[in-house]
């Protein structure tokens, strides 16, 4: 986590979205650059084509990232809870001549997630699924304002359970034998020590996933790992 290879655009650091983490390094939204998926594929000569999982890939920014990826040479496993969804994704890449896959991964469901351990040669997990928690007030169903003592304690459970607990099973599953030796994880998050967007539960889940970056990251180095993890601020969308 400590250094960050130079995507098309300057790493923002850390410290200036989040706190005092210092010297480590948020990635800006450019994720992946024709020079790094060369470097990546001569390390993987094994294989031609260097391979994707993207969770919540059958809209928004996981879309995006599926089709950017794909025209990039990548396969893609397009990762939805919902069937139907994700196979409308994977025949829209089909269209554009990428080569892409459904996945299911249901993040509110831990048993379905152990099914992901059959995956092989994953060269890049990208975990984009989530969800805002409930933001439902008596202003509208998406208060983006709404008030930090409002949240109830279901709410928390729900939103934890989704964005951080199964994004944690997500890579527990795949550790051991799914990802390759170089292989990169990309955690799609937020900065939690700001002033100007604060949902509380979506905020706490981050704050955890945040956390548990920073701890694999620890470990990948500890245990002299050549995999790396990385936690991604896309931006407002």
């Known amino acids: 986590l400590e250094k960050v290879e130079k995507t098309g655009q300057q790493p923002v650091p850390f410290t200036a979205l989040s706190g005092d983490w210092h010297r480590h390094w948020f990635l800006n939204s450019n994720l992946i650059d024709q020079q790094q998926m060369s470097k990546a594929t001569t390390k993987t ?46 025949e829209k890449l089909k269209a554009e001549g990428i080569t892409a896959k459904f996945v299911k991964v249901d993040l509110d469901d831990l048993n379905q997630l152990t099914s992901l351990s059959a995956l092989t040669d994953i060269d890049l997990l ?3 699924a989530g969800i805002s928690g409930n933001i439902h007030s008596d202003k509208g169903h998406l208060d983006m304002e709404k008030s930090a003592f409002d949240y109830s304690t279901t709410d928390l459970e729900e939103t934890i359970k989704t964005n951080f607990l199964g994004t944690h099973a997500v890579i527990k599953e ?8 170089n292989a990169k994880i990309i955690n799609i998050t937020v900065p939690v020590s700001q002033e100007y967007w604060m949902p509380l539960a979506y905020v706490t889940s981050k704050a955890a996933q945040n956390a548990m970056t920073f701890a694999f990251g620890h470990q990948f180095k500890k245990d002299k790992s050549k995999k790396q ?9």
Do not use: C, D, W
């Open 174 to 181: 795949l550790l051991p034998h799914s990802l390759t030796e």
């Open 229 to 237: 993890i990385f936690a991604v601020m896309p931006g407002a969308v």
């Open 126 to 128: 990208i975990n984009n």
């Open 45 to 90: 000569q094994r294989r031609k084509i260097m391979k994707t999982l993207i969770t919540g890939a059958n809209k928004g920014i996981g879309f995006a990232l599926a089709q950017n990826l794909g025209h990039r040479g990548y396969e893609v496993l397009v990762g939805a809870r919902n069937e139907t969804r994700g196979q409308e994704a994977v």
